[in-house]
């Protein structure tokens, strides 16, 4: 059984950062792609950010140049730097497998992400 666990999350003013981390068990992690989601109230989930097993990444244009995605295989862990936080980014953010039609069924609880001034 595949368990995901997201933190990270929080209040931030825009402009501001955080950094948000998934640790996966039950799986060998290393060998997917993995990706951050999130989904805003009254919206559908949306893949935010991908890296690959071999660490290539890849964002939806609306978090370019702002979203940063890493990988740690050892720690089985996946993070998303966030920075200059626009309140369109507030959501709940969760990992999975990427694309979302490789995801593993069981998603964890998610990140509340809320940007606000």
């Known amino acids: 059984q595949v368990q995901l666990v997201e933190s990270g999350g929080g209040l931030v003013r825009p402009g501001g950062s955080l950094r948000l981390s998934c640790a996966a068990s039950?799986?060998?992690?290393?060998?997917?792609?993995m990706g951050w989601y999130r989904q805003a109230p009254g919206k559908q989930r949306e893949l935010v950010a991908t890296?690959?097993?071999?660490?290539?990444?890849s964002y939806v244009d609306s978090v370019k140049g702002r979203f940063t995605i890493s990988r740690d295989n050892a720690k089985a862990t996946v993070d998303l730097q966030m920075n200059n936080l626009k309140s369109e980014d507030t959501a709940v953010y969760y990992c999975?497998?990427?694309?979302?039609?490789?995801?593993?069924?069981?998603w964890g609880q998610g990140t509340q992400v809320t940007v606000s001034s």
């Open positions: 999975n497998r990427s694309p979302v039609t490789n995801a593993w069924g069981s």
């Open positions: 039950g799986t060998i992690f290393s060998i997917y792609a």
């Open positions: 890296i690959t097993r071999g660490g290539s990444t």
